[in-house]
């Protein structure tokens, strides 16, 4: 079966426009997270969705990003007026969810965003 | 404040040549401990979980343990297709919907 996917793969913004990331999680996960890993560090958590219900955004570092997941599959991140500290890889991972019997998250390849 | 922190933050290893790499976590209220190896441009893929002290998964050359302090991944007699960058995360308690807290990673490179 296929796995977490996203796209584009690599995103090119100068600053100041915005920026929309695309997130297919493994089919019939409930639970998807966004995650934010700047250049030699770990993952930092962004959001977290139970099937369509944002859930979790304590990690959102600004207004400026926002996420949706309408019809409980596919998720977008939304960066609004792009500055270059938004410059990372974006990851997106999806999991079965809560009383599946299992915790762990699957990663999608990620999304590296530069901007310029 | 929770922390986690991954030492070293660099290894250079002959093939063969075993080796441990270190999770220490500083939390309130641990639910889980995750192990994850991620190769350059891809994401993270999942080694194991472990879920209370003195517990132990072994996976091919990969064992991992786990205190009540720290957890240890073992690498023995490497092969160079295990050059990567180990990540430890956190699970906890109170985030009930599952997020993980990473440290920043082990990388790790094996020549022949």
């Known amino acids: 079966g296929a796995g977490v996917s996203q796209s584009p793969r690599y995103k090119v913004a100068k600053r100041g426009q915005d920026v929309a990331l695309r997130c297919d999680p493994i089919?019939?996960?409930?639970?998807l997270f966004w995650y934010q890993q700047a250049l030699g560090q770990g993952p930092e958590f962004l959001t977290y969705?139970?099937?369509?219900?944002?859930?979790?955004k304590s990690g959102l570092p600004s207004d400026r990003f926002f996420a949706e997941r309408p019809e409980g599959s596919v998720s977008t991140l939304k960066i609004q007026r792009t500055q270059q500290e938004d410059s990372a890889v974006y990851l997106c991972?999806?999991?079965?969810?809560?009383?599946?019997?299992?915790?762990?998250?699957?990663f999608g390849p990620g999304t590296r965003l530069t901007v310029l | 404040e929770d922390q986690v922190t991954q030492s070293p933050e660099a290894l250079r290893l002959q093939e063969g040549e075993s080796s441990s790499l270190n999770c220490s976590y500083t939390?309130?209220?641990?639910?889980?401990l995750f192990w994850y190896r991620q190769d350059p441009g891809k994401g993270p893929e999942f080694l194991f979980t472990?879920?209370?002290a003195g517990e132990e998964k072994e996976k091919e050359r990969l064992k991992a343990t786990l205190t009540k302090k720290e957890s240890f991944l073992h690498i023995t007699a490497p092969k160079p297709e295990d050059s990567a960058t180990y990540l430890c995360?956190?699970?906890?308690?109170?985030?009930?919907?599952?997020?993980?807290?990473f440290g920043a990673g082990t990388q790790v490179v094996v020549t022949p």
């Open positions: 939390v309130s209220g641990l639910r889980g």
């Open positions: 472990l879920y209370s």
């Open positions: 991972a999806s999991s079965p969810g809560p009383g599946s019997g299992t915790d762990t998250q699957y």
């Open positions: 969705f139970q099937n369509e219900a944002q859930l979790d």
């Open positions: 995360a956190v699970q906890l308690l109170r985030d009930s919907w599952g997020k993980l807290q």
């Open positions: 089919s019939g996960h409930v639970s």
